[in-house]
């Protein structure tokens, strides 16, 4: 049984280079939204995802339809956390392939109601917008319930030791931290993701109503 003090947020990074941006407005993000869920006594349990390490399995899912155990994992994770968090660098004023390769193997009504805070990094502003007409339309068209601050970094934002050197950015990481945590304060424990029920054994299948077995 899941513990009600607890929430589990999974962080998915779609940065391509090593260290990136990407990743490094996506665990500002999670710090943030880590310590208002424990200024609201939540202890919160956080997964990072890496999606350019599972670039290959992607492709391999999107060929065969089968994801492999690790990519299986990983989007089980996804599917059964309290929070999420979603950040991708913005390429021609849209999210990155490998972006939405990941989000096209997540069932369609997977993210349902699921608290999730959307984040991009880009060359420069002009690419902002891409929150509101990218990212957000995608995680909408998969039920997620999108916090209202989406936070976007530019290469200018960061200072030295990837210190953000703009105070607004700051005070935007902050504030929409604070609304992931008290959204997934707001809502119970999910639990782990069972991706298909328990199967009915072959011999029941055989027996008649009266005989077989209350499963509910």
Known sequence: MTNPATRSLV???AGIGQPSTTRLLADRLSAAAERHLVDAGVEPRVQVVELREHAQDLTNNLLTGFPSPKLEAVIDAVLGADGLIAVSPIFSASFSGLFKLFFDVIERDGLAG????????GGTARHSLALEHALRPLLAYLNAGAVPTGVY???DDWGSAGIPADGSLVERIDRAGRELAVAMVAR????????????IPFEEQFQSPKRRPDRA
């Open 188 to 199: 119970e424990p999910r639990g782990a993701h069972v991706p298909f029920p328990e199967p």
């Open 11 to 13: 962080v998915v990074s």
């Open 153 to 155: 970094a530019a290469a």
């Open 114 to 121: 699921m608290p999730t805070l959307i984040a991009a990094t």
